[in-house]
């Protein structure tokens, strides 16, 4: 996947908006994760399922987040 690619799926409206909503979720929105929602209704989940969903959606927006910076170059 490619900072695009990103950019694209995601509906961002440039890479740094990318960049500032993939932090944003890491800081803000992770922590609190404790259910899923789908076009199916509402999972919710026992609190060690919260746990290891907070500890895969970190994770994953990580990744995103070294991908999408990884044009930046050093600081």
Known sequence: ???TDIVMETGAL???NAVDHTR???RE???T???VTSHRGML???K???ADLR???TKMLERRLAILTSLEGPL
């Open 1 to 3: 996947m490619t900072p």
């Open 14 to 16: 440039s890479l740094s």
């Open 24 to 26: 944003w979720a890491i």
């Open 29 to 31: 929105q992770v922590p």
């Open 33 to 35: 994760a404790w259910q």
């Open 44 to 46: 919710v989940l026992s």
């Open 48 to 50: 060690r399922e919260q």
């Open 55 to 57: 500890a895969f959606l």
